[in-house]
């Protein structure tokens, strides 16, 4: 009986502390979690990175291509860097890629590297992560927001060396609102974002046996690089040797005699005008005895005969069925007008006939820059009259202002009674060009923010729209710190009334004396020349005139302003001159030349642009 209650104790005592047991181990599993949520609330704001969502990279990819003596030729291997920059921002985010393989059709016996590539491509991975506690991150990562960001691309380096950027397409979530142009947005909605982006540079290469073709050209078509008189040698028995077929970009292994459209792509630009030309290869009929058989052309377009009268009269309208000689389109007597359209690309179709094989059909894409505001939103400086009429329409600014989105607003100036310069309206002639578009009457200058790069150092293009009236001093189109764009005076005794581009020590004139006429005029630097084109004619540069030219020291458009320290009176004093007395309509600067290279024709398109002014 003792024993029973012995046990029945031991049992109800066993059976308590084992329910202490249990709850002890609650309370601290309660506490243990507690104390676990505690410390990762103060890692988290601690450290906003943890908060942070890895999210899929946007990609940048295409292919780079060497532009050697009209070459095309694909790289297969390098380092790529790009830069990017969030707009309104002065940090620069650096990424690297290199060139791979994406297609091969062959591996070696382990199966891990390639032995026969078909398509090489570079790739470059921005990593991406959605953080919503704070702006302030990696600068290698961007932060992906409800909004998107823009990011310009400012440079991509082929092996340290800069390319010039060629954008073909993009894939993702695109809205219709989204802007296109050179750069990336990166937001929620555009997770996972591709970019295609060709690169094209010119490098170095070698020539082992000095026969003037490259190594790599031999090697691609089975010739000796230790050989040169293999240059001489017409393996395909066109009439052309090697050398010659690797002038022409041709294939040495393929005959030539049946005429080929070398290049199918044109860069045209829409309301403008630039000859026609076509890159065709016929190694045995002379260009005069070579004909070109229109037999489709849009409506998108118009081509005129031009600087002849054989076999029609100059200003004929080219029409379906008409024939005219190669050596038409290599003497520039063809004209390609643009008309305006909604369509960006259009196709015509010629036939080829060379009198001795059937004609041959060819398609010409007519690729058609087509300006608009999204277009406009890489350019460093972007005003205009129209833009400035419609935003004003009930008020009276003195303000002009950017639509690049870089906020380099122009304060204009005019001269008072006492020769020193006021800020004053500016006043909108609003059917002041012969198409009845609003335009700007100058007689001053606009003052651009001190000290910011508009008119930058080194490369650049400026395209823009105005009308000066004829004096004997020059006129400011624009003045920096690098260089001026200006229609000398009466006074020039050797280029009056003609637009120049001068720096300090040398001048580029148009030969054409523009003053007293509205002119689309895009002036173009790039590696120290200047180019100059009127109306979408070259007129002048690359010669240069040796003169010396002391320049502003702040940017403005329509004047130059030039500041010195008065050591009398121990402060600056501004000088501004040159006044522009005329009509104002528009003026974009870019921060590069805006080239565009198709084959052998190596033709520059510097777009004038379109507007019906």
Not at 155 to 182: C, H, L, W, Y
Not at 234 to 242: E, I, M, V
Request: hydrophobic share 35%.
């Amino acid at each position: 009986m003792l024993f029973s209650k012995v046990n029945v104790l031991n049992q109800k005592w066993l059976g308590i502390k084992e329910r202490k047991i249990v709850m002890l181990n609650k309370r601290f599993k309660t506490n243990w979690i507690i104390w676990l949520s505690f410390v990762a609330v103060i890692i988290i704001q601690a450290n906003p990175l943890v908060a942070s969502i890895p999210e899929p990279e946007t990609i940048v990819y295409g292919q780079v291509y060497n532009q050697y003596q009209n070459n095309k030729i694909l790289l297969t291997e390098a380092e790529i860097t790009w830069s990017i920059r969030k707009k309104g921002s002065d940090t620069l985010h650096t990424y690297q890629g290199e060139i791979q393989c994406v297609k091969c059709l062959e591996f070696d016996t382990n199966g891990l590297n390639c032995t026969s590539c078909e398509k090489y491509a570079y790739s470059v991975k921005i990593p991406q992560k959605t953080d919503p506690m704070s702006n302030d991150s990696d600068h290698h990562v961007l932060p992906l927001f409800i909004d998107n960001q823009q990011y310009d691309l400012l440079e991509a380096t082929v092996n340290g060396v800069k390319a010039n950027m060629r954008f073909k397409s993009q894939d993702g979530n695109i809205q219709p609102q989204d802007k296109e142009g050179s750069f990336i947005l990166a937001g929620q909605t555009r997770r996972s974002h591709y970019y295609e982006v060709d690169l094209e540079l010119v490098l170095p290469v070698t020539d082992t046996d000095n026969d003037r073709i490259p190594d790599f050209w031999e090697k691609q078509y089975h010739l000796n690089i230790n050989d040169p008189s293999d240059a001489e040698e017409d393996t395909d028995n066109d009439g052309w040797n090697n050398l010659e077929e690797f002038l022409k970009a041709t294939d040495p292994e393929t005959s030539n005699k049946i005429p080929m459209l070398l290049e199918s792509d044109i860069c045209v630009f829409e309301g403008t005008k630039t000859l026609f030309q076509l890159n065709i290869a016929d190694s045995d009929t002379p260009k005069e005895q070579l004909k070109i058989k229109f037999v489709s052309i849009p409506n998108t377009i118009r081509l005129v005969f031009h600087g002849a009268n054989t076999p029609y009269k100059h200003g004929h309208v080219i029409q379906y069925n008409d024939i005219v000689q190669y050596s038409h389109l290599e003497n520039g007597n063809v004209f390609l007008e643009t008309i305006s359209t909604e369509k960006t690309t259009d196709r015509m179709y010629v036939l080829l006939i060379d009198g001795d094989h059937d004609p041959v059909v060819k398609t010409v894409v007519l690729n058609t820059f087509k300006p608009t505001s999204t277009d406009g939103t890489d350019a460093i400086l972007w005003t205009d009259a129209y833009h400035h009429a419609q935003t004003n329409q009930n008020t009276v600014s003195k303000r002009l202002e950017d639509r690049s989105g870089n906020d380099n607003r122009g304060n204009y100036y005019t001269q008072a009674q006492d020769m020193s310069y006021v800020e004053s309206d500016i006043q909108v002639l609003e059917q002041g060009s012969p198409a009845g578009n609003p335009v700007i009457k100058v007689n001053g200058y606009f003052e651009l923010p001190y000290a910011t790069p508009v008119f930058p150092q080194g490369n650049m293009t400026m395209i823009t729209v105005f009308k000066v009236n004829s004096k004997e001093e020059d006129q400011m189109i624009a003045s920096g710190s690098y260089f001026e764009v200006a229609i000398s005076g009466n006074s020039h005794s050797l280029h009056p009334g003609e637009l120049k581009i001068a720096d300090e020590s040398k001048a580029v004139y148009s030969n054409k004396r523009i003053d007293n006429e509205w002119v689309i005029a895009t002036v173009q630097r790039k590696n120290g020349q200047s180019l100059i084109d009127i109306n979408s004619v070259w007129t002048g540069g690359p010669f240069s005139y040796e003169e010396t030219c002391e320049l502003a020291n702040d940017p403005i458009i329509g004047g130059k302003n030039i500041w010195k320290w008065d050591f009398n009176n121990l402060q600056w004093v501004s000088n501004a001159s040159n006044a522009m007395d005329g009509l104002f309509a528009e003026m974009l600067v870019f921060n590069r030349p805006l080239t565009y290279i198709y084959g052998k024709m190596a033709i520059i398109c510097l777009p004038a642009w379109k507007m019906v002014w």
